[in-house]
């Protein structure tokens, strides 16, 4: 063969061999993880220069005629980079897309992918829409933009368009999802995304692995555990995928954090019981989780979990 088509078969060849280049991630790219289900796991860690603000789980499914996006990633430019590599995996459109909730690292790629597709429906819960208009979006922003300084292009949002209940059943292009809402979990706007299809659980950051985030006021320790007890019962699906850190099986994805919310309440009881503040249990809740000291932010947001459920346990006691 001549060289220069040899050149032009290399080149073809590593435009879809090689994925996204992120700083030392090495190749990001689209995994087949279970049928027509292909996720793109992020790093598992803090927003940050380096990952450009990408370290979310976003994942395509592919339909018949098209493709079906969940959580498109953190910002307009890392939304870019998404889309190039689902035209990998798939040159089909882009027909939806959802959204699990609320914090901007999961949804304002929405506007890459509305950039290029302006009619898309974009599925998220009602309280979502509503408080990302009311200020969520913008507070997302700011932290973000902060600690990756690559959120321009993102502004103005692209928030979601169709509104998903608790119990809802939805349809598109012969893949079907069934939505679930826990009331108070990671946040007040989560939505479980079941694809019945091929039996994928998407949970959203009410399990994350290798990193730990925030909970914020509107979120409940208590009502999180009891969320992952719940499926760990009664769910048996063949593929888990957390808001963050790697997908698998449901022992391997809720097993974890579970664990380690466990561990959270039982030490905030612990203290509440014999009157103590939250921190006087810290030395030994943190003896006790050997197993996720490693995890990304565990230092500083371990401390602030532990109080948080005791306060959840105060207002319990009060009630
Ligand atoms: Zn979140």
Redesign the pocket.
């Known amino acids: 063969m001549k060289k220069i088509t040899l050149f032009i078969l290399a080149v073809l060849f590593s435009a879809t061999a090689f994925g996204w280049k992120l700083a030392d991630y090495g190749d990001l790219k689209f995994e087949k993880m279970n049928g027509n289900v292909y996720v793109m796991h992020g790093p598992a860690e803090e927003p940050s220069k380096k990952n450009q603000g990408f370290m979310n789980n976003p994942t395509v499914i592919e339909s018949k005629n098209g493709l079906i996006v969940v959580d498109p990633g953190g910002n307009y430019n890392v939304g870019l980079e998404i889309l190039k590599e689902i035209e990998k995996v798939s040159k089909k459109p882009i027909i939806a897309v959802f959204n699990?909730?609320?914090?901007g690292?999961?949804w304002f790629a929405n506007v890459a992918i509305a950039q290029k597709y302006p009619n898309i429906p974009i599925y998220a819960h009602p309280n979502m829409i509503k408080e990302v208009k009311n200020g969520e979006a913008d507070k997302w922003y700011g932290i973000l933009d902060r600690l990756s300084g690559n959120l321009k292009g993102t502004k103005p949002y692209k928030y979601p368009t169709k509104e998903l209940k608790d119990g809802q059943k939805i349809t598109i292009d012969g893949e079907e999802f069934v939505i679930s809402h826990p009331k108070r979990a990671?946040?007040d706007t989560d939505i479980l995304i079941l694809h019945t299809n091929s039996q994928t659980l998407f949970l959203?950051?009410n399990v994350m692995k290798n990193r730990l985030?925030?909970f914020d006021e509107s979120s409940s320790v208590l009502g999180n555990l009891e969320l992952l007890k719940k499926l760990t019962k009664e769910t048996n699906y063949k593929l888990y995928i957390p808001?963050?850190g790697p997908s698998g099986s449901k022992d391997d994805t809720i097993g974890p954090y579970m664990r380690y919310l466990q561990i959270l309440v039982d030490m905030a009881k612990k203290a509440y019981e014999a009157d103590e503040e939250y921190y006087s249990v810290k030395p030994e809740a943190i003896k006790k989780m050997a197993e996720f000291q490693k995890w990304d932010a565990f230092d500083h947001q371990m401390g602030k979990h532990l109080n948080k459920a005791w306060r959840e346990i105060e207002a319990k006691d009060m009630e």
Request: proline letters at 0%; zero cysteines; glycine letters at 28%.
């Open positions: 699990t909730h609320k914090h690292d999961h990671h946040t959203g950051d985030g925030g808001g963050h």
